[in-house]
């Protein structure tokens, strides 16, 4: 039985939830607009600020959609009114960000500049040079674009050296030991 999928959805105030005929979700609220296609077996039920997912049969396939679902409609209402971010640190000498206009230029040790354009929805803040912070209302695209920042230089276990999650554990590996 799918714990998650049973929970209910309160709906802040300022927040509007509507489905479309072709099972699409629609949240509006303070920051933004965000929809979402949901499978055709789950029914979005609203009642006043409340919103339940129900499923159709008891099978596996159903419940596993059934708390996807319920945990989509969540994240997108959370995205509308508080929006998401993910800060990441920059670990190394001469590892430094910034910002020009859209694009955010790191030094990262190769021969040139990394430069990045900020997708749609989508801000980088630079506080200092070795520090980002991605913020954005829909939790899959903060997530992906900050995965793709990490990509250029992932943490390595010796000295710890690249970009990091805030708060991320590197697990750290003793180097070679001379005679």
């Given at each position: 039985m799918s714990r998650i999928g049973l929970k209910e959805i309160v709906v802040p105030e300022g927040v509007e939830v509507k489905v479309l005929e072709n099972n699409t979700v629609v949240v509006k609220g303070p920051k933004?607009?965000?929809?979402?296609?949901?499978?055709?077996?789950?029914?979005?039920?609203?009642?006043?600020n409340i919103v339940k997912v129900e499923r159709p049969t008891e099978n596996?396939?159903?419940?596993?959609?059934?708390?996807?679902?319920?945990?989509?409609?969540a994240n997108m209402i959370e995205g509308v009114t508080k929006g998401?971010?993910?800060?990441?640190?920059?670990?190394?000498?001469?590892?430094?960000?910034?910002?020009?206009?859209?694009?955010?230029?790191?030094n990262l040790g190769f021969s040139h500049p990394v430069e990045m354009e900020d997708p749609e929805g989508i801000t980088v803040e630079v506080p200092n040079q070795t520090e980002l912070i991605v913020k954005g209302i829909n939790k899959q695209q903060v997530g992906n674009y900050s995965a793709k920042i990490r990509d250029w230089r992932k943490p390595e276990p010796y000295k710890g050296k690249g970009i990091k999650y805030a708060g991320e554990i590197i697990?750290?590996?003793?180097?070679?030991?001379?005679?």
């Open positions: 933004g607009e965000l929809n979402e296609k949901l499978d055709e077996a789950m029914k979005v039920v609203i009642e006043g596996k396939k159903h419940k596993s959609l059934h708390g996807l679902s319920r945990t989509l409609i998401y971010e993910k800060k990441l640190e920059l670990v190394g000498v001469g590892y430094r960000a910034q910002k020009q206009g859209k694009k955010l230029v790191m697990r750290r590996k003793e180097g070679k030991t001379g005679k």
